[in-house]
């Protein structure tokens, strides 16, 4: 389809999963390399992307050829062994041969709980998510309109998930599909280990590079507004690869904590993506440094610079 174009017009190389592909991507025009076989043949790394419970198929053949290799968070935990967010996991994840990035929702979660766990502030968390109802590239397909659909099981996936990466969190997660494809929305209650302050808990958030602090006030105030801002500032298809939490929301009562935050489910994972490979590969050994070198290439540190009004200062 116009993917495969697309790729093919960017200089990428195109393989078919088996001989029938090689042969519809011929018909298509194109020009394929080679089968998977022959792709494999090539590579230090896979980075699978395939539907969920595909890659856990893939995963023998990768194995029998000595292939490290990364599946996505529609696979299970198990595959793999280990859940990965660079800023919780990315030290055990040092020389594997294989790691799990997790999804979109769970990677926030891990992030913001990191976030205040690091500054020793969190006790427990519970969420609740407004998941967007697909992918933007089959809406036209499938999708909701006129309803919402509770996701039927208390906690959704993303807590245990998230507890896949750092077993240590104490987190709650509940979800809704909602008719819209531009991200997802997330709701906390936080309980922290104290009575804190408003300002305690912004510059915790502001420890982390990957958790951009927006406002409504500023004209920031929706889902699509932050995306259009994303267009405007020359990110590749809009991507925000941060999570971008409301800092007009945060609210603080003794040691409860309240906020709320925006998930880009296209792009959040690349940057885990890119230090996984790293980790893995054991390219770079301390994960401060690839997240720096991650974050200077995809301009992360220059986003919330621009919010705070801050030169860029990225390592």
């Not at 696979?75 to 990035?101: I, L, M, N, P």
């Not at 409860?256 to 054991?282: G, H, K, S, W």
């Amino acid at each position: 389809d116009w993917r495969m174009q697309v790729a093919a017009e960017k200089g990428f190389d195109l393989f078919g999963a088996n001989e029938a592909a090689v042969g519809a991507l011929r018909t298509a025009g194109l020009e394929p390399r080679g089968t998977l076989t022959a792709l494999l043949e090539q590579a230090d790394v896979v980075v699978d992307c395939t539907p969920k419970r595909v890659a856990a198929e893939n995963v023998t053949t990768y194995r029998a050829k000595g292939l490290k290799f990364i599946l996505q968070g529609g696979e299970k935990h198990a595959v793999t062994g280990h859940s990965f967010v660079a800023e919780s996991s990315y030290a055990a994840a040092v020389g594997r041969d294989s790691t799990r990035v997790v999804s979109c929702n769970t990677t926030s979660v891990v992030r913001t709980l990191t976030a205040l766990k690091a500054a020793g502030l969190l006790v427990s968390a519970r969420g609740t998510l407004l998941r967007r109802a697909t992918d933007p590239w089959e809406s036209h397909e499938s999708g909701i309109m006129n309803t919402l659909v509770p996701e039927p099981a208390i906690p959704s996936h993303q807590g245990p998930d998230a507890q896949s990466v750092d077993p240590e969190l104490d987190v709650v997660t509940m979800a809704v599909k909602v008719p819209e494809t531009l991200s997802h929305l997330h709701y906390w209650n936080v309980r922290l280990t104290r009575s804190s302050t408003r300002e305690e808990v912004l510059e915790a958030f502001r420890g982390s590079a990957r958790i951009a602090l927006i406002r409504g006030d500023r004209g920031l105030g929706a889902l699509n507004a932050v995306k259009e801002w994303m267009l405007d500032i020359g990110r590749p298809r809009g991507d925000l690869y941060e999570v971008a939490l409301w800092e007009d929301m945060v609210t603080v009562r003794g040691d409860e904590l309240f906020y709320a935050y925006m998930v880009d489910n296209q792009a959040i994972v690349i940057p885990e993506t890119i230090d996984a490979i790293r980790a893995i590969c054991a390219l770079e050994p301390e994960p401060s440094r690839s997240m720096a070198i991650t974050d200077a290439s995809l301009g992360i540190g220059r986003l919330v610079a621009a919010i705070r009004h801050e030169p860029a200062t990225i390592a």
